[in-house]
């Protein structure tokens, strides 16, 4: 990969390939002013190129290969010394494999000359990048660094998780698995109404805003339901208003958490859910929670304020 052509704008390389028309690049191009998206997310949303096509133009473009099936990938332990976890979420990379001084990294970016130059430096090894698409890379970061934790003892309690974006779901339950949890990820609302009855989850955390029946709609379900209404639940919302902050807490949940999230934020978020609504012991029999009796006064405060700011508004 030559210098010059390494400095090329994805976009130009799409259309170039005939892959993404010239007007639909502007367009792009405007939109990641305002929202300072990366442009390759934004053309997905915006429906006119797929990741298979952006990973596609950039193996043929320079030569890169695509990475090859997880597998036929080896699990070694020494590669995720190699590269961080937070670092392979964040820049969408992760090592496939180490051949004496040459480190095989997929990116989904392999433009990225600065987290290519980074890894080399704090390796001493050469870099050789391997395209991949995000759902590649975010699978292959499950493959090489989350098996243990996945698998790792009930401790701290089960929470479910629901969050359409995969890397923050992922970043997420990482960071809470770390603090003992045990994490149930889904993608949907739907996924996790069934994760929650599969599993009987001590603690919800959904994303609000999604695709079909979003957050609200679930928690609505969820009051319906006798063996899941006294779950608490926090809100992750991209809508980091104070209306949308008292609304959801209005409604019933537990707490609310704007985007982006600050995953130290959220861990005491979620401890201080566990201190207020459980009496040191997680779960009751067959897993349902046992209420402090705090829990039932903290619902009474917030109905009384509730009142009080209905009085104030007349």
């Not at 098996?147 to 339950?173: C, H, W």
Request: aromatic share 4%; with cysteine.
């Amino acid at each position: 990969m030559t210098k010059s052509a390494r400095k090329r704008q994805m976009g130009d390389l799409l259309v170039e390939a005939g892959v993404l028309k010239r007007v639909n690049l502007a367009d792009a191009l405007a939109r990641q002013k305002v929202s300072k998206k990366k442009l390759g997310e934004i053309l997905q949303e915006m429906g006119v190129v797929c990741d298979k096509d952006i990973a596609l133009v950039l193996a043929t473009q320079f030569n890169i290969r695509p990475v090859p099936p997880l597998a036929d990938q080896p699990r070694d332990p020494q590669l995720r010394e190699l590269v961080d976890i937070h670092t392979a979420i964040q820049r969408l990379v992760y090592p496939i494999s180490r051949n004496n001084r040459r480190l095989n990294l997929a990116m989904a970016n392999p433009l990225d000359l600065e987290i290519v130059d980074r890894i080399a430096f704090s390796t001493s090894l050469d870099v050789v990048p391997w395209v991949a698409t995000p759902s590649e890379i975010l699978a292959g970061i499950r493959y090489h660094y989350l098996e243990s934790t996945q698998n790792a003892p009930e401790s701290m309690g089960t929470i479910v998780l629901v969050e359409d974006k995969e890397k923050i779901r992922l970043s997420s339950a990482l960071a809470l698995r770390r603090e003992g949890y045990r994490v149930v990820e889904a993608s949907s609302a739907k996924m996790g109404l069934a994760a929650v009855l599969k599993h009987e989850p001590q603690l919800i955390i959904t994303e609000t805003v999604m695709v079909g029946m979003d957050g609200r709609e679930m928690f609505r379900v969820l009051r319906k339901n006798p063996d899941t209404r006294s779950i608490p639940v926090i809100g992750f919302s991209s809508k980091a208003t104070r209306d949308e902050e008292v609304s959801l807490l209005n409604m019933g949940f537990a707490d609310f958490i704007s985007k982006p999230i600050n995953l130290e934020l959220l861990i005491a978020r979620v401890a201080r859910v566990f201190a207020l609504v459980y009496r040191g012991e997680h779960t009751g029999r067959q897993g349902a929670p046992v209420l402090s009796p705090l829990h039932g006064e903290v619902e009474a405060l917030l109905d009384l304020m509730q009142v009080s700011q209905n009085q104030v508004r007349r």
